[in-house]
């Protein structure tokens, strides 16, 4: 009955229209232009395409003495198998793939905000994460940033979850997801390594530690076993650019930090977000030092960040303008995968449960 549904939240209700005609708009986008960008035209899609007409990874394209792969071609696999299954369907396009993943990290997002905080909250923050400029631009296109994103993001989210409240069923899927991220893209290492960090601190807590072993090996065999795939199967040329020793070379962090700077408080790409973070943490620092409230949630942020940071700083290449590149590409993409974890510190902190928890509650 009408009773029933009263009273309703009209903030609420104008949140959910907007979040579906963004969606609505984004997908449409997305399965109605075809594949045009260059690494996946030469790379994930292209792999996609021959693994349906071959029938195995290890195809034509690895072929030594014609080989036609590429850089993209070599990335963890995890994109170009979940193309090849929309051609394998007979579509035309596989970006039906990259569609799914937006109403995915849509929906997920939103179901992780409502356990905290109220629907009100979870409408809001859940719009500021998919009308993102960029993540909202790339969502339309044949990437594996978003792929990426939804499962290291929401990886990080169900293992947070199951560390507040000892579910299991979280760290199942939390687990599973971190381990599909690293399927997806390398760099999503610094979030299996956040994962370990808060299931170490449970089993710390819990004396208990076989999670933790079977997280920690699951993780490390695949990675290693890519690089051995790829060494001894596919027997490709993968020059990964990263300097593999330790040094210090002061010039070139800053030219880089300058990069990351311009990229990351470019509100042409972002929008509020960085700056409704960093407000949100000042607001609250009081609350982080005196009550010691959500340091873990920081904790799985800002050291993935530092990670990534040291892993841009490791790549061979001065930050001179020729190797901007990294920075202008890569790391701006890569920052999607932070969104949704900024986003949930937001919604789940001392000030923000306060306004919309007791203030405005649905």
């Known amino acids: 009955s009408i009773k029933q549904l009263w009273p309703i939240h009209f903030g609420w209700l104008v949140l959910m229209a907007c979040i579906a005609a963004v969606v609505y708009t984004v997908v449409t986008k997305t399965v ?74 849509t929906l997920v997002f939103y179901s992780m905000l409502k356990r905290y905080s109220s629907h009100l909250a979870a409408a809001l923050f859940s719009l500021l994460f998919i009308i993102t400029p960029e993540f909202a631009a790339f969502s339309a296109l044949s990437s594996p940033n978003p792929m990426c994103t939804f499962y290291s993001a929401m990886g990080i989210l169900s293992l947070y979850v199951w560390y507040r409240e000892n579910l299991n069923s979280y760290f199942v899927v939390g687990w599973l997801s971190i381990i599909l991220a690293l399927w997806t893209r390398t760099e999503s290492v610094v979030f299996f390594a ?4 808060l299931i170490l601190l449970k089993s710390i807590e819990q004396k208990k530690f076989v999670k933790l072993a079977v997280y920690s090996v699951t993780g490390i065999g695949i990675f290693f076993f890519w690089r051995y795939y790829l060494d001894n199967t596919l027997m490709v040329d993968n020059p990964d650019n ?67 940071m040291f892993i841009y700083y490791q790549l061979d290449t001065p930050y001179t303008n020729d190797g901007s590149v990294w920075i202008e590409s890569g790391y701006k993409r890569g920052l999607f995968y932070f969104f949704p974890l900024v986003l949930f510190y937001c919604a789940n902190n001392r000030v923000a449960d306060t306004v919309f928890n007791k203030w405005l509650k649905l």
């Open 32 to 105: 109605f232009w075809p594949v045009f960008i260059h690494d996946s035209v030469n790379g994930y899609d292209f792999l996609a395409r021959v693994i349906q007409a071959e029938g195995t990874f290890n195809n034509s394209i690895f072929d030594p003495n014609y080989p036609l792969y590429s850089p993209r071609t070599v990335y963890p696999p995890l994109t170009p198998l979940s193309f090849s299954i929309s051609y394998m369907f007979g579509h035309d396009s596989a970006k039906i793939i990259t569609a799914i993943f937006y109403v995915s990290n």
């Open 242 to 308: 990263i300097i593999k020793h330790l040094y210090w070379d002061g010039e070139k962090l800053g030219r880089m930090m300058t990069k990351v700077k311009a990229v990351t408080f470019n509100m042409q790409f972002y929008g509020i977000l960085v700056y409704l973070f960093l407000g949100m943490l000042a607001i609250n620092v009081y609350f982080h030092i005196r009550y010691r409230e959500g340091l873990a949630l920081l904790a799985v942020i800002i050291l993935p960040w530092l990670a990534y």
């Open 194 to 197: 956040a994962g370990g960090l």
